[in-house]
């Protein structure tokens, strides 16, 4: 059990009761934020930003009940030029501000409570999908679809049989779905983690790690995990054409992912420069800017007709 406390001091300014208490919630919401067993007091700025948060997450509750949320999809192409999958990345489609990236919400959504729904959205997305390129005869089995797993559903027990539930709604195999975790998701208790890991991949689904090389990854654990792809964050791809580390660290991660039998995938590739070089450097496939932005569905099927194989 842990304590945290906020304090609202009361004077002659500020005598109602009700604010003296909101206040107070306020400064605990902020002890609870540097991670509890500590107290904060009562900051106006603070105020300001939680009256927002809550005013976006009341937002995001509407948008959920009006549809505003999807997946749009961008391509992943091996080194051949073969379309082998894509990546599911939500959106917001704002009546009033347009379209949103996640980055404006997702941790909000996560922090409410709200994230399993919007993947709900995200994975029937997915489904709808694969069944259009299956009817289109346009995809082969090999063809997955990858879906970002934020940590609080990583960490639920429901994730397997959530995931299950709606696929089979949809007629979908597991294989044609590919799990993205981050490597911050296998630290902390590493046998449930694998445990779960392995439940979930009996079931036919498949692991990739996600921005690998940001985080904090125990090599000796890493094989352990029952992961079929490491993808190299973008931050690395930017520098691969400089001579020395930037180049090297790729080739590193590209060295490491042949040695565990782990495929690699080079993301935001954006100039042809770098996939010439990613592919001297034997990565097996890139997604990026180079290849498309990511698409709605309907432009996504289009652009897929059209590309089936990718000239370079
Ligand atoms: P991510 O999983 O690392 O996704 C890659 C991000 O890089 C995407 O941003 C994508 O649009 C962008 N990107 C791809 N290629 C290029 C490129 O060549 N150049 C540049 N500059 N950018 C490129 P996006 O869609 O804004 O997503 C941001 C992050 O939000 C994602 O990062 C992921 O962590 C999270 N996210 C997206 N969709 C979901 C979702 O459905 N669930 C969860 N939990 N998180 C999601
Ligand atoms: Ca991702
Ligand atoms: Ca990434």
Known sequence: MSCSI?????????LVTDNILKYADSAMYRSKMKGGNSYSFYDPELQTLLEKLTELETDITRAIACNEFCAYFQPQVSMLGKVIGAEALIRWNHPSKGLIAPNEFIQIAEQYGLIQQLQNIVLRDICVLINRLNAEDIIDEQFSVSIN???SQFSASTLKSELLNTISNFNIGPSQIKLEITESMLSGDIDNTIQQMAEIKESGFTFSIDDFGTGYSCLTHLSAFPVKELKIDKSFIDKVLDDG???????MIINLSKSLDLSVVAEGVEALEQFKTLKTMHVDSIQGYLISKPMSKNDYVKWHKDNVTKEF
């Open 149 to 151: 797993i934020s940590q």
């Open 245 to 251: 580390t930037g180049f090297s660290i790729v080739q």
């Open 6 to 14: 906020g304090i609202c001091i009361a004077n002659e300014m500020n």
